[in-house]
Nanobody, 115 residues
């Protein structure tokens, strides 16, 4: 069984930075992983993803500001968020693609950016 636990969310002023972490346990060896977010009243959005060879993809809204990375030895994936904007406020979820795309999700961590 796969479990994902996010941490690192919080309240930050616009222009600031946060680093989200996701710890994976279970059958997680070399899987694609990602970060989604969902703001109140909005659809869930794929923010960034990373595959085992390190290739990354980003939503246009975060390109140049967010960086996804992984440490397979520690079974962790990170999301470094810089130049945060109020529209980045959302619950952020870590995902892992074990048997199908994004089939495992963490419980989410709240990120609030004050303007």
């Amino acid at each position: 069984q796969v479990q994902l636990v996010e941490s690192g969310g919080g309240l930050v002023q616009a222009g600031g930075s946060l680093r989200l972490s996701c710890t994976a346990s279970g059958r997680t060896f070399r899987r694609a992983m990602g970060w989604f977010r969902q703001a109140p009243g909005k659809q869930r959005e794929l923010v960034a993803s990373i595959i085992p060879n390190g290739r990354t993809t980003y939503a246009d809204s975060v390109k140049g500001r967010f960086t996804i990375s992984r440490d397979d030895a520690k079974r962790m994936v990170y999301l470094q968020m810089n130049s945060l904007k109020s529209e980045d406020t959302a619950v952020y979820y870590c995902t892992l693609s074990a048997y199908s795309l994004h089939d495992y999700w963490g419980q989410g961590t709240q990120v609030t950016v004050s303007s």
